[in-house]
Every structure is written in structure tokens, then in C-alpha cells.
């Protein structure tokens, strides 16, 4: 079993969607990141967050340390939203270290 | 802005080769990181370091090398480069400064291709 599980792995909608992929974790953490890969390769921060809920733009990620599960939301989402999106657990206290969930692939068709 | 950059976008060498992969960061981070990521099994850690002249093995350290010679540059190396080495690279780096979380900052990859 993975440390760190994304749902759903594959996620099709259309535009306009309000789009929700989730990442739960069995570590010990200090702080979860949400990162964006386009096709290309290139990987994008787009949170890091170790309590609450942070919002840029459409994008809004939160996170319950309890029930250790993290969302990140989509709202009105847009074709250039198709990307590989990526969670990762920075374990423990002073961790340098990310553990990788396995990405959700999301296409969002016109 | 952080900027990461690699070397090289795309690489392809011959079995037997060394091959070295340059990652460059600009924001004095102490922090730097090498992934590769493959189909069905994500981003995995290969090597990291912490400082200058400091290494620590990630995940997969077999068949690779790395190299600290100044902050802002960090090498990884194959020493005899194999076909199960082909893959897509991914340099990160991170600081330690309070209020950070340590997030890291990715280059945009270099894909290798080993024949």
C-alpha cells in the first residue's frame, strides 16, 4: 500500500466543472503539496500547506490533519486545466524528503 | 521567481555511456534533489543534498552518482549508462528559511532516452 493514494486516478469531465481529486496519507506529516505536470514534463508548485485551506485563483487546496486527507478543488474549470496533478507528503518534523502519490490525470474536454 | 534549469531537454546516449545531468538553481536554496519519473510508478528520489559537498541516497541510488561542488549546482551522474535508465529527470530544490515548508521547486526535466 502506498503512503500517499490519490482518487481518482483518471478524471474526464467538461468545462465549466467544478472538479474535486483527493489525497489521503498514512505518514506523519509536516506540510502536503499539491504540484501541476503539463504534458512536456515540467512540474508547477501549486500549494504547500500544512493546515486549513489555501485558495489562488480557481484553485483551492485543504487539508484535515486528523482524518490525514487532503482536496484540491477546481472551480469553472477550463481545457487548459488538463494536466497530471500531483500530492506529496513532506514527512515528519524538519523533513526534507516528499512522498509522491501517483497523480490524477485530468482532461477537461470543451 | 525560483528558476531551476536543466542542462538539457532531451538527452539520448548509448549504452555504456556516462552521462552527466547539470541542475541549476538561482535563489541560493540549501537544498537540492534528483527525481526520475516513469510511467505507473511517479517521481521517485534518486539522490539529495543538504549542503554543499553533502549527499544522502534517496530511493533508487543504484547506477547513479551526484555531485555538489557549489550551491547553486547539482550534478547526477551515470556512470555506465543503461537501457532501464531511460526515463525523464526531474531537478528540485527547497529551502530550509522559516515559513517555506520546505516546498520545492522543480527544472523542467530532461527526458534521456538510453539505446
Known amino acids: 500500500k502506498n503512503e500517499v493514494e490519490q482518487s481518482p486516478q483518471n478524471l474526464t469531465a467538461q468545462e465549466g466543472e467544478f472538479i474535486t481529486i483527493n489525497c489521503s496519507y498514512s505518514?506523519?506529516?509536516?506540510?502536503l503539496h499539491w504540484l501541476q505536470q503539463h504534458p512536456g514534463g515540467g512540474i508547477v508548485s501549486l500549494f504547500m500547506l500544512s493546515s486549513g485551506k489555501k485558495k489562488h485563483g480557481r484553485l483551492i487546496a485543504t487539508i484535515n490533519i486528523q482524518e490525514k486527507h487532503s482536496s484540491l478543488h477546481i472551480t469553472a474549470s477550463h481545457p487548459r486545466d488538463s494536466a497530471v496533478y500531483i500530492c506529496a507528503a513532506l514527512e515528519g518534523q524538519g523533513a526534507q524528503k516528499l512522498v509522491f502519490g501517483q497523480g490524477t490525470r485530468l482532461t477537461i474536454n470543451p | 521567481d525560483v528558476k531551476v534549469t536543466q542542462s538539457s531537454r532531451y538527452l539520448v546516449k548509448r549504452t555504456g555511456e556516462k552521462v552527466f545531468l547539470e541542475c541549476v538553481q538561482d535563489?541560493?536554496?540549501?537544498?537540492m534533489f534528483w527525481y526520475r519519473q516513469d510511467p505507473g510508478l511517479g517521481l521517485r528520489l534518486i539522490y539529495f543534498s543538504y549542503d554543499v559537498k553533502m549527499k544522502e541516497k534517496g530511493d533508487i541510488p543504484e547506477g547513479y552518482s551526484v555531485s555538489r561542488e557549489k550551491k547553486e549546482r547539482f550534478s547526477l551522474i551515470l556512470e555506465s549508462a543503461s537501457t532501464n535508465q531511460t526515463s525523464m529527470y526531474l531537478c528540485?530544490?527547497?529551502?530550509?528559511?522559516?515559513?517555506?515548508?520546505?516546498?520545492?521547486?522543480f527544472g523542467p526535466g530532461t527526458r534521456l532516452t538510453v539505446l
Open positions: 528540485a530544490s527547497s529551502t530550509d528559511r522559516t515559513g517555506s515548508y520546505n516546498e520545492q521547486f
Open positions: 535563489m541560493d536554496h540549501e537544498n
Open positions: 505518514v506523519g506529516i509536516s506540510a
